[in-house]
């Protein structure tokens, strides 16, 4: 989530310009900005104000002109805040998760829904998203290699020089620590009801969400 936000905050930093520009600065503003029924429906649909979302809004056209990120576009964005480790596979699942309706790219209002959920949503709606990031083929569980995927590629992106002791099975040990505890029947699949169970009455699973959270 860090990496999302910081990429909203380096576009707002470099938006701002010499006070002789300020008029055009507010025009620009008014213009891209002009969306009052989408805006208002957003507002009522998210956790944000009509201002932020037009803060938001005028970021997304500057980075994204066309109004939607592809998914080249959006892994580009996502190696800037991971220089030392492979973020392209983490990039890949992230968009996805916030493409809902898998049209191959995303737009402003699949950005800022997702955003609102993330920053701003009850425990139950983040992990709901994050049961979703997890569930790649969108058939409404997540097995093993599914989680495995995920997993690996959150250490790939964080690179050899956040975890420099770092063991290749290392990832594969904790997949295999946490997918026990959480599939509680034993049917090698975990559900959405297995998944917010075992988050939420087991702190050492929570405190790895909240962990891998910080890289979205």
């Not at 520009?21 to 507002?43: F, S």
């Not at 997993?151 to 040990?173: N, W």
């Not at 904790?174 to 009455?201: A, W």
Request: aromatic content about 12%; proline content about 3%.
């Amino acid at each position: 989530m860090g990496a999302v936000m910081g990429t909203f905050s380096s576009l707002q930093t470099k938006q701002r310009r010499p006070s002789k520009d300020k008029i055009e600065d507010e025009l620009e503003m008014t213009m891209v900005c002009h969306r009052p029924e989408g805006l208002e429906q957003l507002e009522a649909q998210t956790n944000f104000t009509k201002r932020e979302l037009q803060v938001l809004y005028r970021g997304f056209k500057n980075e994204c002109p066309s109004g939607v990120v592809n998914e080249e576009t959006f892994k580009q964005i996502y190696a800037q805040f991971f220089p030392h480790g492979d973020a392209s596979t983490y990039a890949h699942y992230l968009f996805h998760a916030f493409d809902t309706t898998q049209t191959g790219s995303v737009k402003f209002e699949d950005f800022v829904t997702a955003l609102s959920i993330l920053l701003r949503g009850t425990v139950h709606e983040k992990l709901r998203w994050t049961f979703n990031l997890y569930d790649i083929n969108k058939d409404g569980y997540i097995n093993k290699e599914e989680m495995m995927d995920i997993v690996k590629a959150i250490y790939d992106m964080m690179g050899k020089y956040t975890y420099p002791v770092l063991r290749e099975d290392t990832p594969r040990q904790h997949v295999d620590v946490f997918f026990q505890k959480m599939d509680k029947n034993k049917d090698g699949i975990v559900t959405l009801d297995e998944f917010l169970e075992s988050c939420q009455e087991d702190d050492n699973i929570m405190r790895s969400l909240q962990l891998f959270q910080n890289v979205m």
